[in-house]
């Protein structure tokens, strides 16, 4: 029997057995198509309506086979939309999975869908690096029986790069790094992601993005991830998250042009961005943001949160600049529960609640409006009692905002339009 005789359609038809025999004509290298593992005496199907779960799990089982032993290899799902009702295996270190962009390449979660869609573990630089995914759309279903999350890494993984993301309407994490499963440490280093957007997913206590860590002993922490252009809209529980359950440091993150905005009118119950966690007492530190949006906070919480748990070291050395505001800002602007060491530049702070906020466990805060933070409106705690807690730069002038941080107090402006 010769090679081509063994990758007849009848071998094709089987996706596991497929999964077995690919190696013997393929290279590392070569892409791996979910369109190679139709059902029997068929094709898989490219417009949703019949499932196509069998090929996806076909398509990573047999890329595993190679990444396995450190080869690289790479799924791709060709322009379609493609119906999954049972999750496919997790990836085997270094995973990569393509599409030819999110208009053209759509995995469709059917509502009996529950677990993760792709989902990688130990992808780290003792083993093989580099987790991949790129050009996709996933759709979830917000009516499913549970929750369904789009990119979960689990353990340790190094190298991650996604570009060209889409998730929409999932009930779950879109995005979620730092979790343990299989090793007592779990963390994300290295890593670049750029082009992200999400639509309507989350859940109550379940972010869409959250980068974390775990792990005692002697271990690292999540750190060195780059992020730009990531977009979140109307998010069903918190928008953006970064906390630490671990013993190394949570830190070095950065992100450029990230937009997280709520739902006008919404009753979600969350922020929409927290640095460092009320449960969790990792530490979090050096953490920047470039041009960040933060649109329609919800009422009864804040567009962006420091916070951290009782005892434990508060976030520092966080820096954000860009702008607060939106149709419907119901909520807060920035809040410090918990926080030292941190700068902020806002360009604007147009919120119905409080615009800054200040906790008993603030300190060394700088805020610098562009000359717009004398309209402001301040609240802070009456546990402050040192003396240039906050500091607010004033074009040239440098102010300490009376009555802000020696009594528990409200500080409203007068003379300034368009105060809520």
């Given at each position: 029997?010769?090679?081509?005789?063994?990758?007849?359609?009848?071998?094709?038809?089987?996706?596991?057995?497929?999964?077995?025999?690919l190696p013997l004509a393929a290279r590392a290298a070569d892409p791996i198509s979910i369109l190679a593992f139709a059902p029997p005496g068929g094709t898989v199907d490219r417009s949703g309506k019949a499932d196509?779960?069998?090929?996806?799990?076909?398509?990573?089982?047999?890329?595993?086979?190679?990444?396995?032993?450190?080869?690289?290899?790479?799924?791709?799902?060709?322009?379609?939309?493609?119906?999954?009702?049972?999750?496919?295996?997790?990836?085997?270190?270094?995973?990569?999975?393509?599409?030819?962009?999110?208009?053209?390449?759509?995995?469709?979660?059917?509502?009996?869908?529950?677990?993760?869609?792709?989902?990688?573990?130990?992808?780290?630089?003792?083993?093989?690096?580099?987790?991949?995914?790129?050009?996709?759309?996933?759709?979830?279903?917000?009516?499913?029986?549970?929750?369904?999350?789009?990119?979960?890494?689990?353990?340790?993984?190094?190298?991650?790069?996604?570009?060209?993301?889409?998730?929409?309407?999932?009930?779950?994490?879109?995005?979620?790094?730092?979790?343990?499963?299989?090793?007592?440490?779990?963390?994300?280093?290295?890593?670049?992601?750029?082009?992200?957007?999400?639509?309507?997913?989350?859940?109550?206590?379940?972010?869409?993005?959250?980068?974390?860590?775990?792990?005692?002993?002697?271990?690292?922490?999540?750190?060195?991830?780059?992020?730009?252009?990531?977009?979140?809209?109307?998010?069903?529980?918190?928008?953006?998250?970064?906390?630490?359950?671990?013993?190394?440091?949570?830190?070095?993150?950065?992100?450029?042009?990230?937009?997280?905005?709520?739902?006008?009118?919404?009753?979600?119950?969350?922020?929409?961005?927290?640095?460092?966690?009320?449960?969790?007492?990792?530490?979090?530190?050096?953490?920047?943001?470039?041009?960040?949006?933060?649109?329609?906070?919800?009422?009864?919480?804040?567009?962006?949160?420091?916070?951290?748990?009782?005892?434990?070291?508060?976030?520092?050395?966080?820096t954000a600049q860009g702008a607060i505001g939106g149709g419907l800002p119901h909520g807060e602007g920035l809040r410090i529960d918990a926080g030292r060491n941190s700068d902020f530049q806002f360009s604007a702070?147009?919120?119905?609640?409080?615009?800054?906020?200040?906790?008993?466990?603030?300190?060394?805060?700088?805020?610098?409006?562009?000359?717009?933070?004398?309209?402001?409106?301040?609240?802070?705690?009456?546990?402050?009692?040192?003396?240039?807690?906050?500091?607010?730069?004033?074009?040239?002038?440098?102010?300490?905002?009376?009555?802000?941080?020696?009594?528990?107090?409200?500080?409203?402006?007068?003379g300034c339009p368009n105060l809520p």
């Open positions: 029997m010769t090679r081509a005789t063994l990758l007849a359609a009848p071998v094709l038809a089987a996706p596991f057995l497929a999964a077995l025999l196509a779960s069998a090929a996806l799990a076909g398509a990573i089982a047999a890329a595993n086979v190679f990444t396995a032993k450190g080869e690289p290899a790479c799924v791709v799902i060709p322009p379609g939309r493609y119906r999954i009702s049972t999750p496919p295996p997790a990836f085997i270190r270094a995973g990569c999975v393509r599409g030819d962009g999110p208009t053209q390449s759509e995995l469709v979660l059917d509502e009996t869908f529950t677990g993760d869609l792709f989902a990688w573990s130990e992808a780290w630089k003792p083993t093989t690096p580099g987790p991949t995914a790129v050009g996709l759309k996933i759709t979830g279903t917000r009516t499913a029986r549970g929750p369904q999350n789009a990119l979960v890494f689990y353990d340790r993984n190094d190298e991650v790069f996604l570009d060209q993301i889409v998730v929409n309407d999932l009930p779950g994490r879109a995005l979620y790094s730092g979790v343990m499963k299989h090793v007592p440490q779990a963390y994300m280093r290295e890593s670049h992601m750029r082009s992200l957007r999400f639509f309507n997913d989350g859940a109550p206590g379940l972010p869409v993005v959250e980068f974390s860590s775990e792990g005692t002993g002697k271990t690292d922490a999540t750190n060195q991830i780059r992020l730009s252009q990531v977009d979140i809209y109307g998010a069903h529980g918190p928008g953006f998250v970064i906390r630490n359950n671990g013993e190394g440091g949570v830190r070095a993150i950065t992100a450029e042009s990230l937009r997280i905005e709520g739902t006008e009118n919404g009753t979600v119950a969350a922020d929409l961005l927290t640095i460092g966690d009320p449960v969790m007492r990792g530490r979090v530190f050096s953490i920047t943001f470039t041009n960040l949006e933060l649109i329609d906070p919800y009422a009864g919480f804040a567009a962006l949160r420091m916070t951290a748990a009782p005892g434990a070291p508060v976030p520092y050395h966080i702070i147009h919120t119905e609640g409080p615009n800054v906020v200040t906790g008993p466990r603030a300190s060394k805060i700088v805020l610098d409006g562009y000359g717009n933070d004398a309209c402001w409106i301040y609240r802070a705690d009456s546990a402050m009692t040192h003396s240039k807690q906050i500091i607010i730069l004033d074009g040239e002038k440098t102010r300490d905002p009376s009555g802000v941080t020696h009594e528990s107090t409200t500080l409203k402006p007068t």
